[in-house]
C-alpha cells in the first residue's frame, strides 16, 4: 500500500456510479425467483390434468375427493419447488466473483468495501494474495505477477507492469476479474465491473446458448398424451354403457369419473419429478449440485468424459518434485533426510531468494519443502533488498547479510538457462544441469535453477553488480500435483465404459505427464495432439481425429468447443469438466457440463448442470452411479405403474361388463393413489444401485425409457393380479355379498395384488432384494390404514365398506409387526 495514495472518487461520486451501473456482480441466467419456481412447477401439462380433474369432482359436490387429490397435487408440486428453491440458494451461496472485500482509495483514504460496491474509475489497491474482482488498467505496480490460470488455462503467472501516460503496453498494464495476484504490488484505475468485465462477456455469449431438451422427459410426455386419450376413450365409453344399461347417467358419470380418476397418468409426473428432485437432493448430500434434471437422466448415458487439466486433474497448486545438485537428484518422496544432509545447500538458498510472506506457488512450495525437511533458518542471517522478476531478467534476487561477515550474500532463483548464463561454473556441472532440466520439463515439470554468490553491495535496484559471477547450487523440479482421488476415479470410468479425454490449454509435455499419471493413456502410447495441429484441421478431420486422440493440449476456448461438438457428431453423450471462464463455452455445449464449486469461476457455473461442491473428481463418479440408478429405478416404478393399475381399471370395469353394484367410488381410488404415489416415487427412488451398475457399459443414447416389449410384460402382470382380485369377486358373489362387502373384498385384493407388484418390479422378481426402509414404512402405514377402516366401527362406513368382527382387523398387525421389526433392524444397522 503505497504512503500517498491518489485522492480517488469522492464517497457521493462513487455512490452515483453505483446506482448508474449497477453492483459488481454477474447477472444470473438462470435466478428464479419464488413466483416463477412455482408457477413453472405448478403448470406443468400434468399437473394441470390433475387439478382439472380435482375441479370437476369439487363442481359434483364431491369436496373430500377433491380436496384430497388436490393436497397430492400440492404436495408433489411444493417439493419440486423447495428442491428448484434449495438449488439457487446454494448455487448463490458458491458465487465467487472474487475476494469478498478489496482495498480501494476513496476521498484520499484507503478503505476496505465489498467487492460487489466497486466502480468504474475506482482506484484500486493491488495487493499480493488479492482475488481481483473487477477489470482495471495498472497505474503503477512493482514486480507484479497475476495467475490468470481461471481464464487461460495457463497455469504459470503472468508478469503485469503499468503502460505509459495515456496508453497501455498490450496486455501487460491489464488486469482482468477473477485473477489472482501471486506476487508484488500496484495501483489500478477499475475499467469494467460486473457484466462489462472479460468476465461479463464470455459470460454473455454463453447465455445465448439454450439447454439441451429433456430425452426423458419428453418420452414421458408422449407416453402420458398416449394414455392420456386412451383414458378419455375408455371412460366416455364405459359412461354411456352403464348409463344406458343402468338408466342412469348420474351412476354412469360416476363410473366414468372412477375410471379417469384410475387412468389419469398423474403418477408419471409424480414419479419423474419427485426422484428427479430427490436425486438431486441425494446428489447434494454427496456434494454435487444437480442445476439441470436433465443431467440426472444423461449421466447414466455417458460415453466420453473430457476433462481439464488444471484444477480437475490436478490440484492447481504448485509442488517441489524434485531435486538435482549437478551429481544426483532425488524425488520429492525420498527429499526427507536426503535434502537435509545431501541438498541442505540448495534448499537454504532456495528459501533464501523466496519470499517469506508470499501466495506465489513456486515459492509457497519451496517453504513447504524446506519445513518438512527439517530446515531451520539462521537467525544471524537478515534480509536485505529484494528485486524481483523483470523483463529481460527471469530470475528473482535476494540479498542477505550478517553480523561481522563481509559484504553481502545474493540467492537467485529464476528461469534455468538465465541462472546458469549467470554463472561462472565448470562447464561439466553447467552442461549436466542443463541435461537434467531438459529431461524434466520433457517429464512435464517446471524447472527453476538456483545460485548464490556474494559482493559487497547490490547493484541500483538490488540488481547485481556487473561482473559478478554466481555459483551453481542445482535444480528446482516443480509440478502441479495429481488430486490422490484421480487415477481411481478413471479407473472406474473406464470399468463403466466410459472413455476420459484430458482437454487443456497447457503445455503438451505437461499434458502427457500428467495424463500417464492418472491412468488416462497407457505408457508410450500417449497420443498428444495440440491446439495447432487441430487448428489446421477441417470439421471432418477432426471428427476422424477425436475417435483415437486422449489428450488435447496447447488449445483455446473455441476449440475446446469444436472437439465437444465433433464428439457429439459421432454419436457420443459427452460431459465436460472445467472450472476457468475458457471453459464455459464446452460447458454449456456439453451433454453435461460439470464444474468445481469451490475454485470454479460464477461464468462456469452458470454454464453448467453440476456442480461439485467440494472439487473432488470422486464426486462426479459417484453422480454417474447415481444416475445410472435412477434412470434404473425410473424404468421398475414406471413398470410398476402399468401393471398397477390393470387389476383398479378392472375392477372399475366389472360393473360395466356383468353389471351389479359400482365397486370402486372416487374415494376408493384416491386411497388407492395415496398408496401407489409413494409406492412408484419414493420407494423406487430408495432402491440402491445395483452391486454391478459400474461394471456394465453406459446404456445406449437411443433406448428408450419404457419399450413395448416392457409395457407388455408389466401389463401382463396387472393382468395376473386383476386375475386373482376377479377370482376373489366371484367366490364373494357366489356367497351372496352385500354390495359393501363386496367393495371391500375388491379394495383388499388390490391392495395385496399392489404390494406383490411393487415386491416383484423392486427385485424383477421375488428373489432376494436390497433392504428398503422406505418400502417397510409404507407397509406399515398401509396395515395401520387397513385396521382403521375394518376395525374402528363407523370408518369404514364412510368409505361405502362393511365393517368386519375385530378379530378380522388383527390379520394385518402380522405384516405391519414383520416391517416394524426390519425399520427397527435397518435404523440400528446403519
Known sequence: MRDNPPPGLADAEAARRLRRDGPNVLPSVSRKGLARIAWGALTQPMFMLLLAAAALYALLGDLSEAGMLAVSVLLVGGLSIYQEQRTERVLEALKDLSSPRCT???????????????????????????????????????????????????????????????????????????????????????????????????????????????????????????????????????????????????????????????????????????????????????????????????????????????????RNRMALAALHDGAGE???????????????????????????????????????????????????????????????????????????????????????????????ADPALAQRLREAADRWSAAGLRVLAVAEGRAAAPGDDAALPEGLRLTPLGLLGFMDPLRDEVPAAVQACRRAGVRVVMITGDAALTARSIARQAGLVDGAAAHVMTGAALA?????????????????????????????????????????????????????????????????????????????????FTSLVDAVRAGRRIFTNLRKALGYLFAVHVPIVGVALIPVVLGGPVLLLPLHVVLLELLIDPACSLVFEAEPAPDDSMDVPPRRKEDTLFSLGSAGRALALGGLAFAGVALVQWVCRERG???????????????????????????????RTHANAVFHALLVGVCVVWVLLTGVPGVGARFGLATLPPHWALWAALPASWAAWRLFVDSHRH
Open 104 to 314: 480501494v482509495v476513496r476521498q484520499g483514504r484507503p478503505v476496505r468495501i465489498a467487492s460487489r460496491e466497486l466502480v468504474r474509475g475506482d482506484c484500486l489497491l493491488v495487493n499480493e494474495g488479492d482475488r481481483l474482482s473487477a477489470d482495471a488498467r495498472l497505474v503503477e505496480a512493482v514486480g507484479l505477477q497475476v495467475d490468470e490460470s481461471l481464464l487461460t488455462g495457463e497455469s504459470m503467472p503472468l508478469a503485469k507492469r503499468a503502460g505509459g501516460p495515456g496508453g497501455s503496453e498490450g496486455r501487460a498494464d491489464v488486469l482482468l476479474a477473477g485473477s489472482l495476484v501471486v506476487r508484488g504490488d500496484g495501483v489500478a484505475e477499475v475499467t469494467g465491473t460486473g457484466a462489462h468485465t472479460a468476465l461479463g462477456a464470455i459470460h454473455r455469449s454463453i447465455a445465448q446458448l439454450a439447454p439441451r431438451a429433456s430425452r426423458l422427459q419428453d418420452e414421458l410426455q408422449q407416453l402420458v398424451r398416449r394414455v392420456a386419450w386412451l383414458a378419455a376413450f375408455t371412460c366416455l365409453a364405459a359412461a354411456t354403457v352403464f348409463a344406458l344399461r343402468e338408466g342412469s347417467w348420474t351412476q354412469g358419470l360416476l363410473v366414468g369419473l372412477t375410471l379417469a380418476m384410475s387412468l389419469i397418468p398423474e403418477e408419471f409426473a409424480v414419479v419423474w419429478s419427485v426422484m428427479l428432485a430427490l436425486g438431486g437432493w441425494r446428489l447434494a448430500k454427496s456434494n454435487v449440485l444437480t442445476r439441470q434434471p436433465q443431467a440426472i437422466e444423461a449421466l447414466g448415458t455417458i460415453t466420453v468424459l473430457c476433462v481439464d487439466k488444471t484444477g480437475t486433474l490436478t
Open 330 to 424: 532425488c524425488e520429492l518422496h525420498e527429499a526427507g533426510e536426503a535434502a537435509a544432509q545431501r541438498f541442505h545447500r540448495l534448499l537454504q538458498a532456495a528459501v533464501r531468494a523466496s519470499n517469506a510472506e508470499g501466495v506465489e506457488p513456486m515459492d509457497r512450495a519451496v517453504r513447504a519443502a524446506a519445513e518438512a525437511a527439517g530446515l531451520r533458518s539462521d537467525p544471524a542471517w537478515a534480509p536485505g533488498v529484494r528485486r524481483g522478476i523483470r523483463e529481460g531478467s527471469p530470475y528473482v534476487v535476494h540479498w542477505w547479510h550478517a553480523p561481522g561477515v563481509p559484504g553481502e550474500a545474493v540467492a537467485v532463483k529464476g528461469a534455468a538457462e538465465a541462472v546458469l548464463g549467470l554463472c561462472g
Open 536 to 616: 489446421a484441421m477441417d470439421d471432418d478431420a477432426l471428427r476422424d481425429c477425436v475417435r483415437e486422440v486422449q489428450v488435447f493440449a496447447r488449445v483455446d476456448p473455441a476449440q475446446k468447443l469444436r472437439i465437444v461438438q465433433a464428439l457429439q457428431q459421432r454419436g457420443e453423450v459427452v460431459a465436460m469438466t472445467g472450472d476457468g471462464v475458457n471453459d464455459a463455452p464446452a460447458l454449456k455445449a456439453a451433454d453435461i457440463g460439470v464444474t468445481m464449486g469451490q475454485r470454479g469461476t460464477d461464468v462456469a457455473r452458470e454454464a453448467a448442470s453440476l456442480v461439485l461442491t467440494d472439487d473432488n
Open 737 to 767: 355379498a352385500s354390495p359393501e362387502v363386496l367393495r371391500l373384498a375388491s379394495l383388499g385384493s388390490i391392495v395385496l395384488g399392489n404390494l406383490l407388484l411393487l415386491v416383484w418390479f423392486r427385485g424383477a422378481g421375488f428373489g
